[in-house]
């Protein structure tokens, strides 16, 4: 079954230090990649998706086949990323799978 | 936003009780899910629906029912409740194509406590 791991359920970065959220799947096929994130007192929303190969909010992300990672990179933290931050894999017809979520906190 | 509500959003329920948790859409969207959301468990799903009357299980259905009776409404029913499905329980909903890169759109969440 696919999985997708998030390996931090804490992080923490100074304002204007880079952001790096880390989310690894396994499958072997050709997934469907997603971030969605929560910010506080509102909802789930999608921020990002590979194959649109786009920054939203300053925030990427690259898909690496070869490591099976999806990993959410920004080079400099604001306040206002602060929030709960979930990857998302969906294969073929598959559902979406979320893994557990890393909650990212800027320090001011 | 506004396109997609929960009903109620918060409840506090006893022990073997029933429950019934609303996802209300406005957005004519022809897939709607329930997932359940837990600290160090994130978003699972509990069971989701691709047309009127076509449902399915996902990750973790046991303990709860569902009903789509028209598009806009998708009901979620704990028969007896209990205090592990005490949760915070999000709706979402996606239009398009199942298989193609389509966005879930989530609602505001009903938290619920069952003593």
């Known amino acids: 079954a696919q999985r997708v791991t998030q390996p931090e359920k804490l992080l923490s970065v100074f304002k204007g230090a880079p952001v790096e959220l880390k989310c690894n799947y396994s499958y072997s096929g050709s997934p469907e990649l997603f971030w969605y994130v929560q910010y506080s007192r509102q909802r789930l929303q999608l921020l990002l998706r590979?194959?649109s190969r786009e920054s939203i909010k300053g925030f990427t992300a690259d898909l690496n086949k070869g490591e099976t990672s999806f990993h959410l990179k920004k080079p400099f933290a604001q306040e206002e990323d602060s929030a709960m931050y979930y990857c998302a894999l969906k294969f073929g017809n598959e559902k979406l799978t979320f893994g557990t979520g890393t909650r990212l906190t800027i320090i001011p | 936003d506004a396109g997609i509500t929960q009903s109620p959003r918060h409840k506090v329920t006893e022990t073997g009780t029933p429950v019934t948790l609303r996802c209300h859409q406005t957005e004519n969207h022809r897939y709607m899910y329930w997932y359940r959301q837990d600290p160090g468990h994130g978003l699972r799903l509990i069971h989701y629906s691709y047309g009127v009357k076509d449902t399915d299980k996902g990750e973790v259905s046991d303990g709860y029912s569902v009903s789509r009776s028209k598009t806009e409404d998708f009901l979620l029913t704990l028969e007896s409740a209990t205090s592990s499905q005490t949760s915070v329980y999000f709706c979402?909903?996606?239009?398009?194509?199942?298989?193609?890169?389509?966005?879930?759109?989530f609602g505001p969440g009903t938290r619920l406590t069952v003593l």
């Open positions: 979402a909903i996606s239009g398009v194509v199942a298989a193609s890169t389509d966005t879930q759109y």
């Open positions: 590979h194959i």
